[in-house]
C-alpha cells in the first residue's frame, strides 16, 4: 500500500518533467520534404452529408438573411458536431444563426437552436430561459421538451425534469419518454429499476437508433455505478456497434472500464479518437495508471488545456480538474475547478472529482455540497460510496 | 407525410440535447514581435479549418498531403493577409510575402504562415484586427503572443472581441531605452536630416581659419548641435502633445528649403547670421516633422515626457558622435592639403543640388495632395448625405 502510493508519486514527478522538457523538444515549423506526406484527415467531401453542410452553406454565403436556410445549416450543424464531437459544427451553426443570436426575440425555431447551444457553451440559465420561452409558445416541442429536461438533469433539478419527462407525451415517440424517465430515476435512487426500464426499450424493436444508443449508454453507465461492470460492458458494447464514434459513449465506456480493472484496454479503444480532448485524457489516465508514460502524450494534453484556458473556456472544468488530479498530482487546483465546476453541472462524474480532489488535498468536508446531494436524492454510485465511506471512517 | 422528417430531425437533434459536450475547437496561434518598424508574424491555422476556409483536400479523398496544401498556398495567403491587418498610429503595415511551413500543436497538424509586415514608421503602439474563421466558426478563437519592444502581451480575438490595441508601455527603463534608440535611429535613417547637420557643421570642420584649434571647432560643433536639438525637441514636444499641428505638405519642402539654405549660406554667406541661430530657427521645423514619425505616443503623461526627453537625448548624442567623427576628418584635410579651404564650397555645392532636387520632389508632391483634398471636398460637399443636410431635414 505504501509503496503504491510512493511509486505513483513518483511517476507523476517523473510525468512532470516530462512534460516540462517536451513541448520544448518537438515545437518547431518545419517543411515536409515529401510531397506525398499525409498531414491531415478531414471528412471526404464526397461524404453526403458534408456536401450538404457545404452547398447549405454556400447558399446561406450569397443570402445571408434567409431564415428558413440558416436553420436548416445550424440544425444540420449541431447535429453534426454531436456525432462527431467536434464544437466547431457549433461554431458553424453559431455563424449561420448570426443575424438572430443576439435579438431578444428571435423566431421560435432560432431560439430552438439558441437554446441548445447555448446549452453546448454550458450556458445553462441562458439556454433554460430560451427553452422556456419557446415551451410557452409551443408547449408540444418535442426537442425544447427534450432538451430542458436533460439540462435539469444535469443540473440536478431532478423533480423539473422529470416534470418535463412526463410531458414528452405525445411530443415524442414513446420510448424518447421512457428514456428520459428513466435517466431521472437512475439518479434518483431507483437505478435498478431504470436499468430494467432501459434494457427493455434498448430491446425494443420500433425504437429508433438514435434512442437505442441513448438508451444502451445510460444503461451501461447505470449498471457501472451499481457495480455491475458485466452488464455495463455489454451494454456500452451493444451501443458503439450501432454508433463507433459516439464521444460521450466512448468516454464513458472507457470510464467504466478504468473502474474494471481493466485500463489496459482504453487505449485501444480510443486509439481511432484522441482529437478529441476528453478522450486523449482518459488514455493519458489509464496509460498512468498502467505505469506507462508517453512524454509526447502527455505534453500534447498539456497543451491542449492551456489552449482551452487562454481561450477562456469553462465547459471543460471537469476534465480539467481530472487532469489537475490524475496526470499533474495537484490537488489544490483540481478541488478548486473541481468545485466550480459543481456549480454548473452536477451529474455523477462531477460528484465523484470534486470528492476525490476534496480526499487527495486532505480537506474531505470540502466536497459536503456533494454528499448533501448524494444524501438528499438517494444517489447511488459504488466509487461515490466507497469515498463516502472512507471519510465517515476517518471522522470518526 | 410531414411527420417523417420532424421525427427524423427530432432523432438528429437528440443527442445534442441528450448531453452537447464536444471537445474539438477551432484556434489559430499568432506570434507576433514588433520592433522598430517591423512586426514578424507567425500565424499558424489548423489545417481543418483551412480546409473549410480555402479548400486543400483538392481531390477530395479526405487527405491532405503536403502537394495539396503548397499548391494551395496562395489561396491561403489571400484568404489570411486580409483577415489579419496591423496599423500603427493609424497608419495600415502591409504584410510582405510569406513562407509556408507545416506544425503540430496539441497533436493537430498546422499551417505556419511566416511574413513580417513593414510599417511606415517607428512602432509605439500597435493595433491588430484579427477576422479569419469567424464568417464560417462564430466559436473559433485566434490566440496571440504579442512582443513589443521587448514586452509581452497577450490577446484572445473573437468575434466579440475582433481587435486589440497594444501600446509601448513596460517600464521607465524599457521607455527609456526604446526612445533612445528610436532617436538615434532617426538621424541615423534620415537622409535630409543628416545632410542638414552635415551642412551646419561644414564650416567649423572645413573652414580654413589657423587662429582656432580643434578643439574649440569641436566645441562650436557640440554648441551649434545643441542648439539644433534643443529647437528640434521644443516642436517635437508641442507636435506630440497637439500643441502645435503642420500638415507634412508644408513640413516636407520646408525641410529641403533649410537644407538649401543652410548649404548656399556655406559657399557665400547670405544669412549672416551666427550659426547657432540657423541651428535653432531651422532645427523647429525639422522637430515637427520627427513628430510625425513618433506617433501618437499612447503613454502615461510621466513616461511621455520621459520619452520626450530620451528620444531628443538619441539624437543629440548620435549628432554629437557624428560631430566627432567629423572633426578629424577636417583636422587632416587642413593640415595635409593646402588647398582644401575648396572643400568647404565644393562639398556644399554638392548638397545644394540635393536639396533643390528634393524641394522641387516635395514641393510637386505637396502640390498633387492639395490637389487631391480639393477634389475630395468638392465630393464630399456635393454628397447627398452631408451632415447640413441631415440636420436640415425638418422631423417627421
Known amino acids: ?396 | 407525410m410531414n411527420s417523417v422528417p420532424r421525427c427524423f430531425l427530432l432523432m438528429v437533434m437528440l443527442w445534442p440535447a441528450a448531453v452537447a459536450r464536444a471537445d474539438i475547437t477551432s484556434t489559430s496561434y499568432l506570434a507576433l514581435v514588433a520592433q522598430d518598424r517591423q512586426i514578424d508574424v507567425q500565424w499558424s491555422l489548423a489545417l481543418r479549418d483551412l480546409e473549410d476556409a480555402v479548400g486543400l483536400d483538392s481531390n477530395g479523398d479526405g487527405e491532405i498531403t503536403w502537394g495539396e496544401l503548397r499548391a494551395a498556398s496562395d489561396r491561403i495567403t489571400a484568404y489570411a493577409h486580409p483577415r489579419l491587418r496591423f496599423t500603427s498610429a493609424g497608419i495600415e503595415c502591409p504584410a510582405g510575402e510569406a513562407q509556408l511551413l507545416v506544425d503540430r500543436l496539441g497533436g493537430t497538424p498546422y499551417a505556419v504562415l511566416r511574413y513580417t509586415a513593414r510599417c511606415p514608421t517607428a512602432i509605439t503602439n500597435l493595433d491588430v484586427v484579427y477576422a479569419a474563421l469567424f464568417e464560417i466558426d462564430r466559436r473559433h478563437r485566434g490566440l496571440a503572443s504579442v512582443t513589443l519592444n521587448g514586452t509581452r502581451h497577450a490577446a484572445v480575438f473573437s468575434p466579440g472581441q475582433p481587435s486589440a490595441h497594444f501600446a509601448a508601455t513596460g517600464s521607465a527603463l524599457s521607455v527609456m531605452r526604446q526612445f533612445f534608440a528610436a532617436g538615434m535611429a532617426h538621424l541615423a535613417e534620415g537622409a535630409d536630416h543628416l545632410l542638414f547637420i552635415a551642412m551646419l557643421l561644414a564650416p567649423s570642420v572645413l573652414r580654413p581659419d589657423p587662429s582656432s584649434g580643434s578643439l574649440s571647432r569641436l566645441a562650436d560643433a557640440v554648441r551649434t548641435l545643441t542648439a539644433f536639438t534643443l529647437a528640434h525637441g521644443l516642436t517635437l514636444t508641442l507636435a506630440v502633445l497637439r500643441l502645435a499641428e503642420v500638415p507634412p505638405t508644408l513640413v516636407e519642402p520646408a525641410i529641403a528649403l533649410t537644407i538649401l539654405l543652410t548649404a548656399a549660406d556655406n559657399v557665400y554667406p547670405i544669412l549672416s547670421w551666427p550659426r547657432e541661430r540657423i541651428a535653432f530657427v531651422f532645427g523647429l521645423i525639422h522637430g515637427l516633422s520627427v513628430a510625425s514619425s513618433l506617433g501618437a505616443l499612447d503613454l502615461a503623461p510621466g513616461l511621455r515626457a520621459l520619452a520626450l526627453l530620451s528620444f531628443n537625448m538619441g539624437l543629440e548624442v548620435t549628432q554629437v558622435l557624428i560631430a566627432v567623427a567629423l572633426a578629424p576628418i577636417g583636422f587632416c584635410l587642413r593640415a595635409t592639403r593646402p588647398a582644401s579651404y575648396r572643400v568647404l564650397p565644393i562639398v556644399s555645392g554638392a548638397a545644394l543640388i540635393i536639396a533643390m532636387l528634393w524641394l522641387s520632389d516635395r514641393l510637386q508632391s505637396s502640390a498633387q495632395s492639395a490637389v487631391l483634398r480639393y477634389q475630395a471636398r468638392l465630393l464630399t460637399d456635393h454628397s447627398p448625405i452631408s451632415p447640413a443636410t441631415v440636420h436640415g431635414t425638418p422631423e417627421g
Not at chain 1, 516530462?18 to 510531397?35: E, G, H, K, M
Not at chain 1, 471543460?316 to 459543481?342: K, M, S, T, V, Y
Open chain 1, 1 to 396: 500500500m505504501m509503496s503504491d502510493d510512493r511509486l505513483g508519486r513518483l511517476r507523476r514527478l517523473a510525468c512532470l518533467l516530462c512534460l516540462l522538457v517536451a513541448p520544448a523538444a518537438n515545437a518547431a515549423p518545419f517543411i515536409p520534404s515529401d510531397t506525398n506526406e499525409i498531414l491531415e484527415r478531414v471528412e471526404p467531401s464526397r461524404d453526403p452529408v458534408e456536401g450538404e453542410l457545404r452547398r447549405l452553406s454556400a447558399a446561406l454565403a450569397i443570402d445571408r438573411g434567409n431564415g428558413p436556410l440558416a436553420v436548416k445549416l445550424a440544425r444540420l450543424s449541431i447535429a453534426r458536431g454531436q456525432l462527431l464531437g467536434d464544437a466547431r459544427y457549433f461554431g458553424r451553426a453559431d455563424a449561420a444563426l448570426a443575424p438572430w443570436l443576439n435579438l431578444p426575440d428571435p423566431p421560435i425555431d432560432v431560439r430552438l437552436l439558441r437554446g441548445i447551444l447555448r446549452q453546448s457553451n454550458h450556458d445553462f440559465t441562458a439556454a433554460l430561459d430560451d427553452l422556456g420561452k419557446v415551451l410557452s409558445g409551443e408547449p408540444h416541442n418535442g426537442q425544447a421538451r427534450l432538451t430542458r429536461a436533460v439540462v435539469r438533469l444535469v443540473r440536478a433539478e431532478y423533480n423539473a425534469a422529470r416534470g418535463d419527462c412526463v410531458q414528452l407525451i405525445g411530443a415524442a415517440p414513446p420510448s424518447v419518454m421512457r428514456v428520459c424517465l428513466a435517466a431521472v430515476a437512475a439518479m434518483t435512487g431507483h437505478a435498478r429499476t431504470a436499468q430494467a426500464a432501459l434494457t427493455i426499450t434498448a430491446d425494443q424493436a420500433d425504437t429508433p437508433p438514435a434512442v437505442r444508443v441513448w438508451a444502451l449508454t445510460l444503461a451501461g453507465e447505470t449498471a457501472a455505478r451499481t457495480g455491475d461492470s458485466r452488464t455495463a460492458m455489454g451494454a456500452f458494447e451493444r451501443a458503439r456497434a450501432l454508433a463507433p464514434d459516439d464521444a460521450y459513449l466512448l468516454a464513458a465506456y472507457a470510464d467504466a472500464l478504468a473502474d474494471a480493472g481493466r485500463a489496459v484496454d482504453v487505449p485501444d479503444l480510443l486509439a481511432a479518437h484522441t482529437r478529441i480532448d476528453s478522450l486523449l485524457l482518459r488514455v493519458a489516465e489509464a496509460e498512468l495508471q498502467l505505469g506507462r508514460h508517453d512524454p509526447d502524450l502527455l505534453a500534447q494534453l498539456a497543451e491542449r488545456f492551456e489552449t482551452s484556458r487562454l481561450r477562456g473556456e469553462t465547459t471543460h472544468q471537469r476534465e480539467e480538474a481530472r487532469f489537475a488530479l490524475h496526470i499533474l498530482g495537484r490537488p489544490d487546483a483540481a478541488l478548486r475547478l473541481a468545485r466550480a465546476n459543481w456549480q454548473v453541472q452536477r451529474e455523477p462524474a462531477d460528484a465523484r472529482i470534486f470528492l476525490e480532489a476534496a480526499i487527495a488535498a486532505g480537506v474531505p468536508l470540502e466536497a459536503d455540497p456533494v454528499l448533501i446531494w448524494r444524501r438528499d436524492n438517494g444517489v447511488e454510485d459504488i466509487q461515490l460510496t466507497r469515498m463516502v465511506s472512507s471519510i465517515e471512517r476517518g471522522v470518526r
